[in-house]
Structure formats: C-alpha cells, structure tokens
C-alpha cells in the first residue's frame, strides 16, 4: 500500500463545467476525508465518510458538490457546474480510528477558468 | 463553530535560530495535531497530543498542549534548511473531524 492516491493530480477545466475526483484511501483506513485549501490558508473540511456512510457535511458543501463512498473503499467529489471560485486544491485523507493522524493524498488542483 | 488560530503567520530565521509557532482553539479541545506541509506538498502528520500539559518531543522539535488544552505550540531549536514548510495545528473537539489553523510559514536562510 503506497498511500493515499488521488487523481487526477491536475484538472483545468471551463466554468460551468462538471467535473469528479477520485480517493483511493488507505485500505486499511476506515475514515476519508476531503478537504479544500487555497493558496496561503489551512486546509478547510468539507466532508467525511466512517467507511461507507457520510457522517458530516461542510456548509462549505454547496448543493453543487456531492460525495460518495461506495462499499467503503474509494471515495469521488463531483462538483457540477464549476464556478471560478471553486480553483482549489482538493486534498483527501484518511484515518483508521478517529483519534489518529491524517494521511493525506498529493490532491487534485482545480483550476476553473 | 470552532475556530484555530495561529501566529505568526509567516516567520523568516538564520539557519541555527530558533522558531517557535503558536496555535489558539475558541473551544476546549479533545486533541490537538500538527501538521507539515512542504512547498508543493501535502500535509504530512507530525504528532498528535492529548493530554492537558503534555510535552512531546521529536528531535529538535518540541510540541506541548496547554493545561486548558485551547493552545498548543511548536518549538524548533536551531532551524536546518530542512525545516522550511508550513506547520498547521489542527484540532478536534469530541468525535468532529479536524479544523486547521491558517498555518505558519517558515523559511530559513542558510
């Protein structure tokens, strides 16, 4: 197991467009989580799963964006009609217990032009 | 909702200085963690603190979490080039996931 991989690493894509990223945790890792971050600020939470249920949403989370966690292994963002305020870093991480450390994936950058 | 926050916000040391960042929670918190992050990168998990009063160390870094665990810092003695990035605190109140501070960003002039 490497890790946690996302991808794609990079995604330009055109305002009003859909777009979906992919997490593939690490296996053995019960919680995923996404998270944003912009340039110069922490990463901010958007949602996460306890294997396959989705147990907290942002209100960072408009009704654009969705996630799913099927069967509790890979988790996939989809954020439908992209708006340029949606350019971001969208990291993925995950847990094996909730008091532990996050792994995190190399993320997707989205750039929505 | 719960708040982190941290200062300074970007700190700039001669190789050998030390560093020192500091992390505040508007909530009491059930455990607090930090975080590297290397230009480029990725957050990456340095250490996780529970305890109110407890002091870890790693090397040159020394981490505590405050009696009324709300605050937390992160002490670097004499910085290595291998030290720049940008260290976040995060922290957790109960079951809730993660909220990261804005971080501090470190650099160091050899």
């Known amino acids: 197991d490497t890790g946690v991989s996302q991808d794609p690493r990079h995604k330009i894509t055109k305002r009003g467009q859909n777009v979906t990223f992919r997490c593939d945790p690490i296996?053995?890792?019960?919680?995923l989580y996404w998270y944003r971050q912009t340039l110069g600020q922490g990463p901010e939470f958007l949602t996460y799963?306890?294997?396959?249920?989705?147990?907290?949403k942002s209100r960072l989370l408009s009704d654009r964006f969705s996630a799913e966690r099927p069967k509790g292994s890979f988790s996939t963002l989809e954020i439908q009609r992209t708006e340029q305020g949606d350019s971001a870093m969208y990291l993925c991480?995950?847990?094996?217990?909730?008091?532990?450390?996050?792994?995190f994936g190399s993320g997707t950058r989205l750039t929505v032009v | 909702g719960q708040q982190v926050m941290q200062i300074p916000q970007y700190q700039h040391v001669q190789e050998g200085e030390d560093f020192t960042t500091y992390c505040n929670s508007s909530?009491?918190?059930?455990?607090i963690q930090w975080y590297k992050q290397r230009p480029g990168g990725h957050p990456v998990f340095l250490i996780q603190?529970?305890?109110?009063?407890e002091v870890k160390k790693q090397k040159r870094l020394t981490f505590q979490f405050g009696e009324a665990k709300k605050n937390s810092s992160l002490h670097i003695t004499a910085t290595q080039t291998t030290d720049v990035g940008t260290y976040f605190c995060?922290?957790?109140?109960?079951?809730?996931?993660?909220?990261f501070g804005k971080g501090t960003r470190l650099s160091v002039i050899a």
């Open positions: 991480a995950s847990s094996s217990y909730s008091l532990d450390g996050y792994t």
């Open positions: 296996s053995e890792h019960n919680r």
């Open positions: 799963f306890q294997n396959e249920a989705q147990l907290e």
């Open positions: 909530t009491t918190l059930s455990n």
């Open positions: 603190l529970v305890k109110s009063g």
């Open positions: 995060a922290g957790k109140s109960g079951n809730t996931p993660l909220v």
